[in-house]
């Protein structure tokens, strides 16, 4: 049985950092990665980011993802994470990760994890 148990969302200012984890348990070698997204209230879930469960390697959904946040993984622990540098009012949503892809958008993800919130004040 697949699990994904995210933490590491709070509150943080402006121009400060955060990181989430995604730790997995189950059988995942056969899915491309784990896929971070994030929602707010009344908008469709945003992809952000997709790192492979195999070579430690991130895909951004653009540009100005990859000038904030980073994608990676500890193998051994089985988690992945999501750095978040400068942040802004806008960041603010509740932020899953998810087993799938390697598309980055919700419709290729076949297993959630339960959702962090990440509020960041001006």
């Known amino acids: 049985q697949v699990q994904l148990v995210e933490s590491g969302g709070g509150l943080v200012q402006s121009g400060g950092s955060l990181r989430l984890a995604c730790e997995v348990s189950?059988?995942?070698?056969?899915?491309?990665?784990i896929g971070w997204f994030r929602q707010v209230p009344g908008k469709e879930r945003e992809g952000l980011a997709v790192t492979t469960t195999d070579v430690d390697n991130t895909l951004y959904a653009s540009d100005s993802v990859k000038d904030r946040f980073t994608g990676s993984k500890d193998n051994t622990k089985r988690i992945w994470y999501l750095e978040m540098h400068n942040l802004k009012p806008d960041d603010t949503a509740v932020y899953y990760c998810?087993?799938?892809?390697?598309?980055?958008?919700?419709?290729?993800?076949?297993?959630w994890g339960q959702g962090t919130q990440v509020t960041v004040s001006s």
């Open positions: 189950g059988y995942i070698r056969e899915y491309f990665g």
């Open positions: 998810a087993l799938g892809g390697p598309g980055l958008e919700p419709r290729f993800f076949d297993y």
